[in-house]
């Protein structure tokens, strides 16, 4: 009977791992993004150009000169910032997919003294209200769907997704609105006055201490805090958390309101200290490539780092990599790489969480002996 059913066992079966270690999972993840890189370079070879030529442009686009470093770093600002922001909706089984949205009305909300406050009050003091600001406005847009969750158990992912759309015609009815720029026509909000402009360091806006500040203290909130813990517990089960003692609801709206402040404070960040001005693009995508993000560090906010900085390297060298090759290799060769990265390292989580098993061959002996008892 043994041998009969593992003669009828499929020929590949997939069984879940509950022993991988953490530096066995980044072991694994590293490896992905070599493979990719392999794998890239064939399909490159295949297109006629070589692969070689193709990575040392993306890397000279991105790193090679001062400037190209800190146009990555600029790139690199929104991804991070909004991983962090998703992090603790996400730990808690919150599908935040509407931090574009929250990023855009702190953006809003900064934008409003940055306009009408900047000859009233001290440029610290102007920064520190825009900082506020903007975690005001993206922590009450997060907040309105976690209100109607734990009030109505509505879909987050609809509610939040819809949003970003909201905030988005909210901008662009300031922009041809009370927010345009003399002489009206030009559908534009105008530049900020250096009272409200972030200062910067090494070319860069100093935003970029802030997010790395938000790591640590993002990473020590949901590892270290009694609200951290709540919103793991949340996140496994909302009825033990009810059991638990925990007030699910007001965990839910808490969580979502400083996911969305984190959110705003991108925002501030972005029309302060990249942009110096609100236009309907100012998350730029950010708020769903941070999904990416996150997802890809499994919400460890320091892993966050490293993959902000790698997809803004991979953005940076693929506008570049056309200019930099005299138009001998397009753009989309870049961007295949890119798309090819993403795609493994997203494939490697499944090699993490999950092992192939390939049906064990019979040794001679044994397929003599069931030969035998057959013929019997």
């Known amino acids: 009977m043994k041998n009969a059913a593992e003669h009828n066992a499929p020929l590949l079966r997939i069984a879940k791992r509950d022993d991988v270690s953490p530096a066995k999972a980044w072991c694994i993840r590293i490896a992905s993004i070599f493979v990719a890189l ?3 370079a064939c399909l490159i070879m295949i297109t006629g150009f070589d692969p070689f030529s193709v990575y040392a442009a993306m890397v000279k686009g991105s790193l090679g000169s001062p400037l190209a470093i800190q146009q990555t770093i600029k790139l690199a600002i929104p991804l991070l910032g909004a991983a962090i922001a998703i992090a603790p909706a996400f730990k808690m089984k919150f599908w935040n997919i509407g931090v574009e949205g929250q990023i855009t009305m702190g953006a809003v909300f900064s934008t409003f003294f940055a306009l009408s406050w900047y000859n009233r009050v001290p440029s610290a003091l102007l920064l520190v209200l825009m900082a506020l600001a903007g975690m005001l406005g993206g922590g009450l847009w997060g907040l309105i769907p976690a209100v ?3 009030r109505w158990g509505t879909n987050e992912t ?8 909201i905030a988005i015609g909210i901008v662009k009815y300031l922009q041809g609105g009370p927010w345009e720029k003399k002489p009206r026509g030009t559908q534009q909000i105008g530049l900020f006055q250096q009272a409200a402009r972030l200062p910067t360091v090494w070319g860069v806006t100093i935003g970029i201490f802030v997010i790395l500040l938000l790591v640590v203290l993002m990473f020590c909130y949901l590892k270290y805090t009694k609200h951290g813990y709540e919103i793991s517990v949340v996140g496994e089960s909302e009825p033990t958390a009810r059991y638990a003692g925990i007030q699910v609801p007001k965990v839910v709206r808490r969580t979502m309101f400083l996911s969305g402040a984190v ?3 991108v925002g501030f960040i972005m ?3 990249i942009n110096y001005t609100l236009s309907d693009s100012v998350a730029g995508g950010a708020g769903f490539t941070g999904i990416t993000v996150a997802w890809l ?3 460890n906010t320091f892993a966050m780092v490293i993959i902000s900085f790698l997809l803004a390297i991979l953005e940076k060298g693929a506008s570049t990599i056309n200019t930099l090759t005299h138009n001998m290799i397009p753009e989309s060769m870049s961007d295949m790489v890119t ?3 993403l795609f493994c390292m997203l494939g ?3 090699f993490i969480r999950y092992r192939l098993i390939w049906r064990k061959k019979q040794a001679p002996a044994a397929k003599a002996e069931n030969g035998k008892e057959a013929a019997v």
Not at 158 to 165: A, C, K, R, V
């Open 158 to 165: 609809l509610f939040t997704l819809m949003l970003n759309y």
């Open 297 to 299: 560090a499994q919400l």
């Open 348 to 350: 490697s989580e499944f």
């Open 263 to 265: 959110a705003g404070l």
């Open 339 to 341: 798309g090819m990265i």
């Open 38 to 40: 392999l794998l890239s």
């Open 148 to 150: 109607f969750r734990a």
């Open 271 to 273: 029309v302060s200290g």
